[in-house]
């Protein structure tokens, strides 16, 4: 919940103007509703593309304060973040609002960023594993392959969020690694090796690199980051990394 329409369109702005045109890599926005048509409009003519930060699994309806799938292709958004921990945790959203969330974003073409991650109490319990097993079935529950495919999936431990906290490099690997693994046994190997798995925690310019060569994370979803030209920093640490 920050950034008015215009402090939106300049960030971008600034984004495109530092990044240029040609990236090896995806950079994907997600401002708040109401600045995602001023974002469009102004990134069309850049690689950059735009996601939206929630979504209601309902096509219309008295759903009052909800924002549908449909509206939000209409507009143009490519990517919907689904159940970050914000969403879960101060919301209330469980694992079966997830799954419908994943359908029908899927169902209107867009890409899901699927969040899961461990609250610090579950990681002291050891119980990291059990809590992102699960969170993955439920909410890919009744998904095929091909559908499974076109999902982003994004660790983020809760007790690294805002916190200043990072999980090491290591202790982030781990974590993709298993994620991987489980999706090799729920689906395929094939599967496991063409989902994108990005890294969210307070990922910050200094602690970019060490994650981000680890095999198996591919990117970060950036949150406190995202909101200064320490965003342009991590893209200019992946350009680096991908020369």
Same mark, same amino acid.
């Given at each position: 919940?920050? #950034?008015?329409?215009?402090?939106?369109?300049?960030?971008?702005?600034?984004?495109?103007?530092?990044? @240029?045109?040609?990236?090896?890599?995806?950079?994907?926005?997600?401002?708040?509703?109401?600045?995602?048509?001023?974002?469009?409009?102004?990134? %069309?003519?850049?690689?950059?593309?735009?996601?939206?930060?929630?979504?209601?699994?309902?096509?219309?309806?008295?759903?009052?304060?909800?924002?549908?799938?449909?509206?939000? #292709?209409?507009?143009?958004?490519?990517?919907?973040?689904?159940?970050?921990?914000? %969403?879960?945790?101060?919301?209330?959203?469980?694992?079966?609002?997830?799954?419908?969330?994943?359908?029908?974003?899927?169902?209107?073409?867009?890409?899901?960023? $699927?969040?899961?991650?461990?609250?610090?109490?579950?990681?002291?319990?050891?119980?990291?594993?059990?809590?992102? &097993? %699960?969170?993955? #079935?439920?909410?890919?529950?009744?998904?095929?392959?091909? &559908?499974?495919?076109?999902?982003?999936?994004?660790? &983020?431990?809760?007790?690294?969020?805002?916190?200043?906290?990072?999980?090491?490099?290591?202790?982030?690997?781990?974590?993709?690694?298993?994620?991987?693994?489980?999706?090799? &046994?729920?689906?395929?190997?094939?599967?496991?090796?063409?989902?994108?798995?990005?890294?969210?925690?307070?990922?910050?310019?200094?602690?970019? $690199?060490?994650?981000?060569?680890?095999?198996?994370?591919? @990117?970060? $979803?950036?949150?406190?980051?995202?909101?200064?030209?320490?965003?342009?920093?991590?893209?200019?640490?992946?350009?680096?990394? $991908?020369?």
């Amino acid at each position: 919940m920050n #950034k008015t329409n215009i402090q939106a369109a300049e960030f971008v702005s600034k984004i495109i103007g530092s990044m @240029g045109q040609e990236n090896k890599f995806e950079i994907i926005v997600c401002p708040p509703f109401t600045a995602i048509e001023k974002v469009i409009d102004i990134v %069309r003519s850049s690689t950059i593309k735009v996601g939206a930060q929630n979504v209601f699994y309902e096509d219309k309806g008295a759903f009052t304060g909800e924002i549908s799938a449909e509206m939000l #292709k209409s507009l143009g958004v490519n990517y919907v973040i689904i159940g970050h921990s914000e %969403r879960r945790h101060i919301f209330g959203e469980c694992d079966e609002t997830i799954n419908k969330k994943i359908k029908k974003v899927l169902s209107f073409d867009m890409t899901p960023i $699927l969040c899961v991650g461990e609250k610090l109490e579950e990681r002291e319990k050891d119980l990291t594993f059990n809590v992102i &097993e %699960r969170q993955i #079935k439920e909410a890919l529950y009744g998904l095929t392959e091909e &559908e499974v495919k076109k999902i982003v999936i994004a660790y &983020e431990p809760v007790w690294a969020i805002g916190t200043g906290k990072v999980a090491t490099p290591n202790q982030a690997q781990e974590v993709h690694k298993f994620i991987r693994d489980l999706l090799k &046994e729920i689906y395929s190997n094939q599967l496991s090796e063409c989902v994108t798995i990005l890294y969210g925690g307070s990922i910050k310019a200094n602690n970019y $690199l060490g994650l981000f060569t680890k095999p198996d994370i591919d @990117g970060g $979803l950036v949150g406190g980051a995202s909101l200064t030209e320490e965003f342009i920093e991590l893209a200019k640490i992946m350009s680096e990394v $991908l020369l």
